[in-house]
């Protein structure tokens, strides 16, 4: 049963066009709710992991999350459970693909140990979140419980999709929504241009926001459920 991002356009959500403009899925059942942040490092994934994390505890769920331990340039896992957090760290490497069965064995291991409402992934920057998803599928998951939320972040858009075009797409190739981050004093043209580029690029909406003033950031719960 899919939830609807509602009032377009004045938040910079674009459904227009778009074949499916239902993005955030949710379980008709009992199961559990899953998310995967895909993104270069720096985008903003570990802001909005911190945020839906808190926006659902918040609610009376029970969240786990899984973050990738790679020392300086990852996130760090001891730093979320100092804030209360539950993290499953796994080291030496991408969760996606160094550690593709490390990462199968955790996800039956929190299914079957923890069992959360909401399970919140959040692998390195240079992970593809749909190769995490087909994995978490292998453990029995139903690939309609998965929400891929892919972020970008508005003052490297461009550097990305100069210097690392084809990956940087690829990233964000499956995403059910796409964050455009790091909006806030950023001139409108430039955000405008990232949208434009998106839209013509992915049948997915587009949600402007900023992890730092939190603009766009209460629309964008409200969709959750």
Do not use: W
């Amino acid at each position: 049963m899919p939830v609807h991002l509602h009032d377009p356009g004045s938040a910079g959500i674009d459904v227009s066009g778009c074949a499916n403009p239902y993005l955030i899925r949710v379980p008709d059942g009992p199961g559990m709710m899953i998310y995967i942040l895909g993104g270069f490092l720096g985008s903003g994934k570990t802001t909005f992991l911190k945020t839906f994390t808190k926006h659902y505890l918040d609610s009376g769920k029970k969240v786990a999350i899984l973050v990738n331990e790679m020392g300086d340039i990852g996130v760090d896992g001891s730093t979320l459970r100092s804030e209360g957090f539950k993290a499953v760290e796994l080291p030496d490497g991408c969760i996606c693909c160094t550690l593709t069965q490390s990462l199968f064995e955790a996800v039956k291991g929190i299914k079957e140990e923890i069992g959360p409402d909401v399970f919140i992934v959040e692998p390195t920057g240079l992970a593809l979140p749909q190769k995490v998803r087909d994995t978490i599928v292998r453990t029995g998951t139903d690939a309609g419980d998965i929400t891929i939320i892919g972020i970008v972040d508005v003052p490297r858009f461009d550097l990305f999709m100069e210097r690392k075009r084809e990956f940087f797409l690829e990233q964000i190739s499956e995403s059910d929504l796409i964050l455009v981050n790091k909006a806030d004093g950023q001139p409108a043209e430039k955000i405008e241009g990232v949208l434009a580029v998106l839209k013509d690029l992915y049948d997915v909406p587009a949600l402007v926001v900023s992890g730092k003033t939190l603009e766009g950031v209460d629309r964008l719960l409200e969709a959750l459920r």
